[in-house]
Each structure stands twice: as C-alpha cells, then as structure tokens.
C-alpha cells in the first residue's frame, strides 16, 4: 500500500460509502424500527463492527434559556467480522426496538379537558420541540474516521 493509500485509509477516504434506507415515518406505538444499510466498497476493506441508533433531539426554551438533550431511543449493533472487495455491495438488514419517551407536558396535554389544556399552554411556553435521527458508523479497519451515514425521521407518538 503506497504511502498516499495509506492517509486516505486512515482519514476513512475511499473506504466504503454507507446508505440507511429507512421508512420517513414510525408510529412509535409500533415500537420498533425495521431498515437496512447499503454498504459499498471502494477498495478492499475489511469490516469490524457496525453501530446502528435511533437518536432523538430535544431542544426546550427560547433565547439565552435554550437546552438541548440527545437520547438514544433505540440502538442496534453487529460484531460480526467480514472483508469487502473493490466495488463489492452488501445489504445488511437491521431491526431494534424502540422506545420513545413522552415529557411530563406531553403527557399532560394528552389528558383532555382542563389539564389536557394546561398541558398544552405548558408545551407552548417551554417551545418543546423532538427532532430524531437514524445514524449509523460502520468501524472499518485502519480508519481512523469511520465511515457514517444519517438520515431524519418523523416519529408520531
């Protein structure tokens, strides 16, 4: 391996390109998320691990009083060892339970009649907002820079 070949290993250039295909939407009463990850390789590559989750981001509050938090809501993962040839592809099915949390003024919204009211005013005064997100890192070796991909998912609680 020349001495360039080995920077762009190292850097994760030219290793294999990652592709989530997942559904746009999940009723998260369904509780669990089905999908697959396209891998192709661009040189012969050798596969250690691949880490799959289902991230939500919460952010809260406006202005200067702006928090944001990430939970992982589900996750998958495969130690499952193997080698890609230049220009190889690889389906790898997945499929994880999910579990998504609802805050205190969600659940309170949900209630109806007065509280379900005041539930809502609470939610539209803490301006609550979820965004989620699938990631996946596949780990391959001699890359210090793993190959990733993501893609955004709306989640209906």
Do not use: H
Not at 58 to 65: A, C, E, L, S
Not at 101 to 127: C, I, R
């Amino acid at each position: 391996m020349s001495f360039f070949s080995k920077i762009k290993q190292k850097l994760g250039i030219g290793t294999i390109s990652v592709k989530i295909n997942v559904p746009g939407q999940l009723n998260a009463a369904d509780g669990k998320l089905k999908g697959s990850l396209l891998l192709t390789a661009k040189s012969n590559q050798k596969v250690k691990k691949i880490d799959i989750k289902l991230e939500e981001e919460q952010t809260t509050g406006r202005g200067d009083n702006k928090k944001t938090n990430y939970y992982t809501i589900g996750s998958w993962n495969s130690n499952e060892f193997f080698e890609m040839k230049e220009g190889e592809t690889k389906t790898v099915e997945f499929e994880f339970p999910v579990q998504v949390y609802k805050s205190s003024t969600d659940q309170l919204a949900e209630k109806g009649g007065v509280l379900g009211g005041l539930g809502k005013m609470a939610k539209f005064a803490d301006d609550a907002r979820s965004e989620f997100s699938v990631k996946a890192v596949v780990d391959v070796e001699g890359a210090s820079l793993d190959p990733s991909d993501s893609c955004n998912i709306n989640i209906i609680k």
